[in-house]
């Protein structure tokens, strides 16, 4: 992303052209890759609009509630990413940083964040990790333990407030 006074990026659309196959593939956006804009995502899931394969009232959105336990060390400050499995297919790893709040996932806190994905169906199971805000891992030879502790992730389809 972008640094500076205004860091954020409205992707209208990407087009891809495949000079040996002579043609063009556009990816249709029209949304913001911002942390202050839109929904807050920086990372998109553009479906391909000249194939038939996705059609966008195949995508939907997601509400996902996160508990942090009431147990000490439950929290954490690394970043949050959830993949979504569900029977008609995986969604792509979403970092959950969309938040109102400055600071997520304190110890009995709970945390809500949107996102916009193909539909994967009924959600039949989650991966849920963390790693560190950087994107690094520590070049130290001391190995420093990060830990988060969740009681209960809820995730809600929004256009049928599927639970």
Not at 151 to 156: C, G, L, N, S
Request: charge should be negative; include cysteine; charged fraction near 35%.
């Amino acid at each position: 992303m972008g640094q500076g006074f205004a860091p954020g990026w409205h992707l209208e659309y990407v087009e891809v052209e495949d000079s040996l196959m002579d043609k063009s593939f556009r990816f249709q956006c029209d949304r913001w890759l911002a942390k202050d804009e839109d929904d807050g995502q920086t990372i998109r899931e553009l479906a391909c609009a000249n194939n038939d394969i996705l059609e966008l009232k195949e995508r939907t959105t997601y509400n996902v509630l996160t508990i942090t336990s009431d147990l000490e060390d439950a929290e954490t400050k690394e970043n949050v990413w959830i993949i979504l499995e569900g029977k008609k297919g995986r969604s792509k790893e979403f970092l959950l940083e969309n938040s109102t709040k400055k600071r997520r996932f304190l110890r009995g806190a709970k945390d809500e964040f949107q996102f916009s994905s193909k539909n994967v169906g009924d959600v039949a199971a989650i991966c849920v990790g963390h790693c560190p805000k950087d994107g690094k891992k520590s070049k130290s030879s001391v190995k420093t333990e990060v830990y988060w502790h969740f009681q209960e992730i809820m995730i809600t389809e929004t256009e049928l407030s599927n639970q």
